[in-house]
């Protein structure tokens, strides 16, 4: 094989994991305003073991057909920490960041969106944690510019306002902890080198549905949340088509796939279109984004563009230098 056909496979592959990662990121961005109306009429938990159920179910068809009955062996992979992984990323992020939505009230699509959007952030500072090395400090200065802008998003440019008013600090710290787990669980596919993109997302959602089942059950058992009644099924069936074969399984399955081709570093980059995506959906269905909002949003994806091509000018510049030392 030729170096023009491998640079030519290489191109290929990488242009797939842009399309991937970009595909997902829509389709995630468009789940929060549909998540507002659905969270009128249902809890997030129960709303969360119903998507995965129906997401979980499409993950696995598909992996028996491509890989066969052997395919739901571990393979020398630890199924602990897919399970922890599984929980962390489906239990986690759908728990925390819906509930967060819900106590936010109408606005609650905008806000998640945009703290989706910090995620890159998240990551440089995850990584940053499992290496044991500090960030360098305009990487932590973009970080700090970013988070300005989600808070210019949450509070609307009332800073006093939201100050004074609780709900702002326990919505905003559910969701911010919801997509730190989605963080922890898309770095920890890279872990799993011995299955496919689509085994580790079928294996660590249907480990993951054991806690996210038994934290509904639970929640119905103690009385913290209400057994869905045919009629609320009938009501949020609509959301859960999108939710579950939609913003579950396309785009978890893309996600995962865009990320194994990119990298995690390069892969939640794109997490910049989920914010956009919303305000626009948002904006159709008659929530219009304040002005200092659309600022602030702006704000935090500017910071992740620029401290993305200042890691990227950083990293060649120490390889650079590495090759002349060599």
Known sequence: MNKDSTASQSSARY???????????????????????????????????????????????????????????????????????????????????????????????????????????????????????????PSLAFVAISFIGVSLVITRGDLLTALHEPQHYAASALIVLGALCW??????????????????????????????????????????????TVSTLRVIAPHLIYMGPIAGFAAILCWISGNRILGPMNGVLFMDVVPITAFVVSALTGIIPAPVQIVGATLTGSALLLNNVYLRQRARRVSASASVTV
């Open 15 to 137: 242009w797939k994991g842009v399309a991937s990662c970009l595909i997902a990121t829509i389709l995630m961005g468009a789940m929060f305003p549909i998540m507002t109306d659905a969270l009128t009429h249902v809890d997030p938990f129960t709303f969360t073991s119903l998507r995965y159920l129906i997401a979980g179910t499409g993950f696995l068809i598909l992996l028996r057909h491509r890989e066969g009955p052997r395919a739901l062996r571990a393979d020398g992979e630890s199924l602990p920490i897919a399970w922890l992984l599984g929980s962390i990323g489906f239990c986690g992020f759908g728990s925390f960041v819906f509930l967060g939505q819900q106590l936010a009230g109408p606005q609650g699509a905008l806000d998640a969106s945009i703290m989706m959007a910090t995620q890159p952030m998240m990551g440089l500072l995850v990584n940053a944690l499992v290496r044991r090395t500090a960030p360098p400090l």
């Open 183 to 228: 963080v922890v669980y898309t770095f920890g596919s890279a872990r799993f080198t011995r299955w496919s993109p689509l085994k580790y997302t079928t294996m660590t959602t249907w480990l993951g549905l054991t806690t996210i089942v038994g934290v509904n059950l639970m929640l119905i058992a103690v009385h913290a949340v209400s057994a869905p």
